[in-house]
């Protein structure tokens, strides 16, 4: 029996949807739900906690609310309809008593309005929550609190502290360390225990930037910590030439985790291509992996990814943007076997840019055929004055039968209006055919409030 | 061990040898924590207002032009920094896909802006089989350890 095959099918998952299979939640553990009465309390109460120093404060506040509706047929014929009612919140406060400090804040809660449509009738999750202190020379910073990490080696969330500073010779240091955000649904797996690390560098204006990295995470990832060698180079070659490279070494596995590397030319504002060489290891990248399709016997961590990529962005014409991609993935193993994508498409931005339409085509040839699709999609966006209404077509054709099926669909019309400078109140209707769906409408209504008591922009 | 604990100590003390010794930081303007002119809408091109380089992020301005090519690899600029992100983007943009735990896709956040590159459009419920098996690693950034709130629902 092929186990990593039918993880990946998920033949085990044989209930319905309008008639066709569904992968609905069935246990899945609730571990937001006491997070939403913290992301409200928040959000209510800032405008309090920096009531002494508002006048100094510059302060933004962005909602989004949004209520979807949508209706699932399950094995055996019975109905569900579903609505729950999200609320993405963010605050960003800067300039707090007149200093270089900033305080920031997201996060979301779901209340569902009939059935449960995830793990429990209500979660949610706190994205950020942190102070920043931002020097106004040297790009020296400090974070405190939970925040979304790039430095080097990590990409991390964490629940702690990050300082960087540049001195003048160009010579650089940050160091981190705190607990990481995540999750596991891995038997036997829990989250690493607390992660540190830094990064070195050296940057000269407008030549390069080389950095060196460290990462460890203490916790039980495959039996051991997790602790990552890093590398990290920009160079500007000639004029409009640079060179990118970026590479991780796995000590924890003793393996090359992943290399990136790429030439780019950038001659002037209307042209764009880049061409370069990826590589990763299972065995190396997948050490952490706390969700069980990158572990065996989803995959076979023996296996290894090298990929060329080429990449065109063209502005031809005044408005007219012309994209080509193009990357021949192969793998050690011959199952799944290798892979070349290909992708063409055309943009034009109108009515001021507020507009954009696109057409867009994509190809998948493979080894094995159940891995070939193409894809065609088309959009646009219509923004007369207080008004806007956008549609997005997409079709899927596989070249083996899925479920029975070849070929998805899915439409996406929606209206908009802005009621008042900070408030838009916009709806979806989302229509699908699919191996999954045999025909499915979903609606969405999204209201979203945006504040800012000063100029500036931010999005 | 031991000389893994060392070495560990050394770097420590190599790096604030760095910080201290070299005491003071640059005088070169760091990137303002805010744009100071609203933005545009649309995808803004930097290269309309600014020429040769960022003083605070220290590389050309065309090297930060959003193109596809720079959407991309974006991952690659941002691990050297995020200063001059953060000066257009609040840390919410880049948490609409790079999330913690999430539940709804980003296209579906961001349904009224087809023009934004939202990944999983259409059923992707369906297509992830074979991204997944043919580029796993592309999955595994966002979703190996965290922002698994639908892989769960099936992958158990």
Redesign the interface.
């Given at each position: 029996m092929d186990l990593r095959r039918i993880?990946?099918?998920?033949k085990?998952?044989p209930n319905t949807i309008l008639g066709v299979r569904m992968?609905?939640?069935?246990?899945?553990?609730s571990?937001?739900k006491r997070l939403l009465p913290a992301v409200v309390a928040i959000t209510l109460l800032l405008p309090l906690l920096f009531a002494g120093t508002a006048l100094a404060a510059?302060l933004?506040l962005?909602s989004?609310t949004?209520g979807?509706l949508y209706q699932r047929e399950l094995a055996g014929g019975q109905k569900d309809r579903y609505a729950?009612l999200?609320e993405?919140l963010?605050t960003?406060v800067?300039?707090l008593g007149g200093k270089?400090l900033?305080f920031?804040f997201?996060g979301w809660g779901?209340v569902d309005l009939d059935k449960d449509?995830?793990?429990g009738s209500t979660?949610g999750?706190v994205?950020?929550l942190y102070l920043?202190y931002?020097?106004?020379?040297?790009?020296?910073?400090a974070k405190l609190g939970r925040?979304?990490l790039?430095?080097?080696a990590?990409?991390e969330?964490i629940d702690g502290a990050f300082v960087?500073?540049?001195?003048?010779?160009?010579?650089g240091?940050s160091?981190y360390g705190g607990t990481?955000?995540?999750?596991?649904?891995l038997n036997g797996s829990q989250?690493g225990s607390s992660l540190y690390g830094?990064r070195?560098?050296f940057?000269?204006?407008?030549f390069t930037?080389i950095?060196a990295s460290?990462l460890?995470e203490n916790g039980s990832f495959q039996g051991r910590d997790r602790e990552l060698y890093g590398g990290?180079l920009?160079l500007?070659v000639a004029g409009?030439v640079?060179f990118?490279g970026?590479a991780m070494y796995n000590e924890s596995m003793k393996e090359m985790a992943?290399q990136?590397y790429?030439v780019?030319i950038?001659p002037?504002?209307t042209f764009?291509?880049?061409a370069g060489y990826e590589s990763?290891t299972?065995k190396g990248?997948?050490q952490?992996?706390?969700?069980?399709?990158?572990v065996s016997p989803?995959?076979d961590n023996n296996d290894k990814?090298r990929?060329i990529f080429g990449?065109?962005?063209w502005a031809f014409v005044p408005g007219w943007t012309l994209?080509v991609?193009a990357k021949h993935?192969r793998?050690d193993n011959s199952d799944?076997g290798d892979?070349k994508r290909g992708e063409v498409g055309v943009?034009y931005?109108y009515n001021?840019?507020?507009?954009?339409a696109?057409l867009s085509a994509a190809f998948?040839t493979?080894d094995q055929a159940?891995?070939e699709?193409r894809?065609y999609?088309g959009?646009?966006?219509y923004s007369p004055s207080k008004l806007?209404v956008?549609?997005?077509a997409?079709t899927?054709r596989?070249k083996e039968e899925?479920y029975g099926k070849k070929n998805?669909y899915?439409v996406?019309g929606?209206v908009?209006y802005q009621v008042l400078a900070a408030l838009q109140l916009?709806g979806?209707v989302?229509y699908?055919q699919?191996?999954?769906?045999q025909e499915d409408w979903a609606g969405?209504v999204?209201l979203a409030y945006d504040l800012g008591i000063s100029?500036?922009?931010?999005? | 061990m031991m000389r893994r604990s060392h070495a560990v100590k050394i770097f420590g003390a190599a790096l604030l040898a760095l910080l201290f010794g070299c005491s003071a930081v640059s005088q070169t303007p760091s990137v303002p924590p805010k744009h100071p002119e609203d933005l545009p809408p649309g995808r803004v091109d930097c290269l309309e207002c600014h020429k040769d380089v960022s003083t605070g992020a220290l590389k050309p301005y065309a090297t930060v032009r959003h193109s596809r090519v720079f959407i991309n690899s974006h991952g690659t600029y941002a691990r050297q920094g995020q200063n001059l992100c953060s000066s257009c983007h609040k840390p919410e943009f880049c948490q609409t896909c790079h999330a913690g735990r999430e539940e709804l896709k980003p296209n579906v956040k961001m349904g009224d802006r087809p023009d934004r590159m939202a990944p999983h459009r259409g059923d992707y419920l369906i297509t992830h089989r074979i991204d997944g098996r043919i580029d796993p690693g592309s999955c595994f950034r966002c979703h190996g350890n965290k922002n698994d709130a639908r892989c769960k629902q099936c992958h158990k």
């Open positions: 993880f990946w099918e998920n085990v998952i992968g609905r939640p069935t246990t899945v553990e571990s937001g510059d933004s962005s989004k949004y979807l729950p999200y993405y963010s960003d800067a300039n270089p900033s920031h997201n779901r449509s995830g793990s979660s999750d994205g950020s920043e931002l020097h106004p020379e040297g790009n020296a910073q925040f979304f790039t430095e080097g990590a990409m969330i960087k500073t540049t001195t003048p010779v160009g010579l240091v160091l990481p955000v995540e999750y596991s649904i989250r830094g070195v560098f940057a000269k204006a407008g930037e950095g460290y460890k990290d920009w500007r409009p640079e990118t970026q992943s990136r790429a780019r950038v002037g504002s764009d291509i880049s990763y299972y990248l997948f952490t992996a706390l969700t069980p399709q990158f989803s995959v990814v990929t990449i065109v962005d994209e991609a993935i793998h799944p892979a943009r931005s001021d840019k507020k507009d954009v696109g998948v493979a159940e891995n699709y894809e999609r959009f646009a966006s806007r956008t549609l997005d997409l899927q596989y899925i998805a899915q996406v929606t908009g916009s979806n989302t699908t699919s191996p999954n769906f969405l999204r100029t500036g922009g931010k999005k | -």
